[in-house]
Nanobody
Framework: QVQLVESGGGLVQAGGSLRLSCAAS????????MGWFRQAPGKDRDFVAC????????LYTDSVKGRFTISRDNAKNTVYLQMNSLKPEDTAVYYC???????????????????WGRGTQVTVSS
């Protein structure tokens, strides 16, 4: 059974930092593009960042560029999201996602991902 498990969320003051982790089990995601999405109450699930299987190419939504960094450690089957200079508008449940298959590209669209974690809450207070 494939599982993606997020961790590292919590409550932080504006301007602070958090590092989210996404650990994969049940399947090796070395050859899968991975992404992070977030969903605020009453809103759609929005793209945050993604990274290709080799960890070379990354893509970010404009609102987090320069503040968030996505990375991966394929030896640990883990993807990270380093979040700095957090703002109240970053408050959301953050979800880790894996592409629908190995060597498939995955970008901004939810439909490009076939594996999802249950999410971790990030709350940024003003």
């Amino acid at each position: 059974q494939v599982q993606l498990v997020e961790s590292g969320g919590g409550l932080v003051q504006a301007g602070g930092s958090l590092r989210l982790s996404c650990a994969a089990s049940g399947r090796t995601f070395t050859n899968y593009a991975m992404g992070w999405f977030r969903q605020a109450p009453g809103k759609d699930r929005d793209f945050v960042a993604c990274i290709n299987s080799a960890g070379v190419n990354t893509l970010y939504t404009d609102s987090v560029k320069g503040r968030f960094t996505i990375s991966r450690d394929n030896a640990k089957n883990t993807v990270y999201l380093q979040m700095n200079s957090l703002k109240p508008e970053d408050t959301a449940v953050y979800y880790c996602a894996g592409a629908r298959g190995p060597y498939l590209s995955a970008g901004r669209s939810v439909s490009q991902y076939g594996y999802w974690g249950r999410g971790t809450q990030v709350t940024v207070s003003s």
